[in-house]
């Protein structure tokens, strides 16, 4: 199996000025995967609650997603609430009910054991660390996280840096996590923590990369058409490790093209509500934004 994910499946309930929907499909794991399942085979530990059903189910059956380490549980599956203003970049969280996550214990299945890449998708510190532990080598492991969990369980937190290779997070998470308000020098202050490469999401001003004395700057896809934010960062997590799947090895040329593709599938994702654009998104239109993107920042020499 090429990725192995762990993350959130849930149902989101989302307000923008533009619209609001109830109870759709969501959830960090949800995101990445079908972000990834364009470029290479996925598949995802998490749980879900009785109220999960084969409408949602057929969402990733669909594609080339493994559901084997989907546990089905007992109760609700997690819902997280979310509303936006005009100011996208910038949401207020409405409410998280962890339901079924809060007894979860994560269990890779005994196939899924050696993966390519895994992805430790933004939860408790503590089953990202249960999940590291059950799998063998993978050539690359990235994470995500977030403001919650780097103030309210900072030590699990670092040894779960200590294990990565990638840290992806958003700038204000960046600065949180460093105590740096400088980008430049966040990135320093994370690396000495553990990740070899920080990948800093900014939403509409796009993304940084610094690896070891390597930097790169993307900016976001100018859209017409921006409907709900959610999802992005995990969507582009996905475009990012599903296109460096492919790849033999990570280097510097393979590490900007995979930042494109991520920015690429993360400027489909906003497009709509929830995962409505990626269920239908084909692989002529990602290569077509592709190429848009580099015509967007090509410039001549001196
Ligand atoms: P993003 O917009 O990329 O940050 O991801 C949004 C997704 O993260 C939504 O679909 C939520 O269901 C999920 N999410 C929000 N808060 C949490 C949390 N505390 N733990 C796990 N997943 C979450």
Not at 86 to 94: H, K, S
Not at 199 to 204: A, D, L
Request: glycine content about 8%; some cysteine; hydrophobic content about 40%.
């Amino acid at each position: 199996m090429a990725i192995l994910a762990v993350g959130s499946v849930a149902f989101d309930t989302v307000r923008t000025p533009f619209g609001r929907a109830d109870d759709i499909l969501g959830g960090a794991a949800t995101y990445f995967s079908l972000a990834a399942a364009q470029f290479t085979d996925v598949s995802i530990v998490a749980v879900v609650g009785q109220d999960f059903g084969e409408r949602e189910r057929k969402v990733f059956a669909d594609r080339r997603i493994d559901l084997t380490g989907l546990q089905q549980s007992k109760g609700k599956t997690f819902r997280w609430g979310g509303e936006y203003s005009y100011e996208l970049n910038d949401r207020t969280t409405l409410f998280t009910e962890l339901n079924v996550f809060e007894s979860f214990q994560p269990k890779v299945p005994e196939a899924h054991r050696r993966p390519d890449i895994l992805f430790l998708g933004n939860i408790h510190p503590r089953l990202q660390l249960e999940v590291l532990r059950q799998v063998e080598k993978p050539r690359l492991i990235a994470a995500d996280t977030m403001n919650y969990w780097i103030e309210g369980t900072p030590k699990e937190l670092r040894a779960v840096l200590e294990g990565v290779d990638v840290l992806l997070v958003n700038d204000a998470e960046a600065r949180e996590l460093s105590g740096e308000f400088n980008l430049v020098r966040a990135a320093e202050k994370i690396k000495a923590m553990g990740p070899k490469m920080l990948v800093v999401k900014r939403g509409e001003y796009g993304v940084l990369l610094f690896n070891e004395h390597h930097r790169f700057a993307a900016p976001a896809y100018p859209l017409e058409t921006v409907f709900d934010p959610t999802g992005a960062g995990d969507t582009f997590a996905g475009g990012f490790l599903g296109y460096l799947a492919q790849q033999s090895s990570v280097d510097n040329d393979a590490l900007r093209q995979a930042i494109i593709f991520g920015s690429t599938l993360g400027s489909f994702c906003v497009e709509d509500f929830g995962t409505r654009r990626l269920e239908t998104l084909t692989r002529e239109e990602i290569v077509d934004r592709y190429r848009a993107f580099k015509q967007l920042t090509h410039f001549e020499d001196l």
